[in-house]
T-cell receptor
Framework: NAGVTQTPKFQVLKTGQSMTLQCAQD?????MYWYRQDPGMGLRLIYY???????DKGEVPNGYNVSRLNKREFSLRLESAAPSQTSVYFC????????????FGQGTRLTVV | AQSVTQLGSHVSVSEGALVLLRCNYS??????LFWYVQYPNQGLQLLLK??????LVKGINGFEAEFKKSETSFHLTKPSAHMSDAAEYFC???????????FGAGTRLTVKP
C-alpha cells in the first residue's frame, strides 16, 4: 500500500528559483491538503482541495500555488522561492470532511539558500 | 474558525510514569478532534480521534483521550510511559462543515530511563 507519496524527499533551491512538489494518493480520497511544518509552529495549512477541480486557501497561502490535476494528484508550486519558505512540506489526503482523519505522506524537506 | 492550543511545547516524564499532553479547542460547532504522533523524520500517524460517539476514546499504543465539552479540552493520556513513546504529538480539529484540518503547535515528549 503506497498511501500518500511525495516527491522529492529533499530539495535545495536558490532564492528566486521555482519548483513543484508532487503528491499522489492511491486511496481514492476526495480531499487533499498541503501543510508546512516549522519548529514551534506545528503544521500550518497552505492549501487544500475538497474535491477534484476545487482548491481553497489555508492559513499561509502566500507565495504558493496549487493544482488538483485529477483525483489522485495535488501539486504545490513555488514560483519564486524565498528563504522563508525553508520548511518541511507534508501532503495529506482524506475522505470527506467530518469524523475522518487525514493520511500523511513522508514529507519533503526544502531548503532555500 | 476552529483552532486548537497545545499547552507545553516540551514534556518530560520518566519511564513508567503517567503521560499527560494537553489540548484545548475552539470551535463554534461540535468539533471532530484528533491526536497524531510524529516520529523523527517521518510523517504523521493517527493515534486516535473523537467523533462524538463516546467521550473517552482509546487509541493505539495504549493512549487514550477524554473529550470534555465543559472545559473545551481533549487531553491525551497514557498510564505508563515507554521509551518508544518519545516523539512529537499534535492535536488537530475539524468542524463538521469545514473541510480543512487545523493543528496545534505540537508537544515534544521525552521519556527518561
Amino acid at each position: 500500500n503506497a498511501g500518500v507519496t511525495q516527491t522529492p524527499k529533499f530539495q535545495v533551491l536558490k532564492t528566486g528559483q521555482s519548483m513543484t512538489l508532487q503528491c499522489a494518493q492511491d486511496m481514492n480520497h476526495n480531499s487533499m491538503y498541503w501543510y508546512r511544518q516549522d519548529p514551534g509552529m506545528g503544521l500550518r495549512l497552505i492549501y487544500y482541495s475538497a474535491s477534484e477541480g476545487t482548491t481553497d486557501k489555508g492559513e499561509v497561502p502566500n507565495g504558493y500555488n496549487v493544482s488538483r490535476l485529477n483525483k489522485r494528484e495535488f501539486s504545490l508550486r513555488l514560483e519564486s522561492a524565498a528563504p522563508s519558505q525553508t520548511s518541511v512540506y507534508f501532503c495529506a489526503s482524506g475522505p470527506r470532511a467530518g469524523n475522518t482523519e487525514a493520511f500523511f505522506g513522508q514529507g519533503t524537506r526544502l531548503t532555500v539558500v | 474558525a476552529q483552532s486548537v492550543t497545545q499547552l507545553g511545547s516540551h514534556v518530560s516524564v520518566s519511564e513508567g510514569a503517567l503521560v499527560l499532553l494537553r489540548c484545548n479547542y475552539s470551535s463554534s460547532v461540535p468539533p471532530y478532534l484528533f491526536w497524531y504522533v510524529q516520529y523523527p523524520n517521518q510523517g504523521l500517524q493517527l493515534l486516535l480521534k473523537y467523533t462524538s460517539a463516546a467521550t473517552l476514546v482509546k487509541g493505539i499504543n495504549g493512549f487514550e483521550a477524554e473529550f470534555k465539552k465543559s472545559e473545551t479540552s481533549f487531553h491525551l493520556t497514557k498510564p505508563s510511559a515507554h521509551m518508544s513513546d518519545a516523539a512529537e504529538y499534535f492535536c488537530a480539529v475539524r468542524g463538521d462543515n469545514n473541510n480543512d484540518m487545523r493543528f496545534g503547535a505540537g508537544t515534544r515528549l521525552t521519556v527518561k530511563p
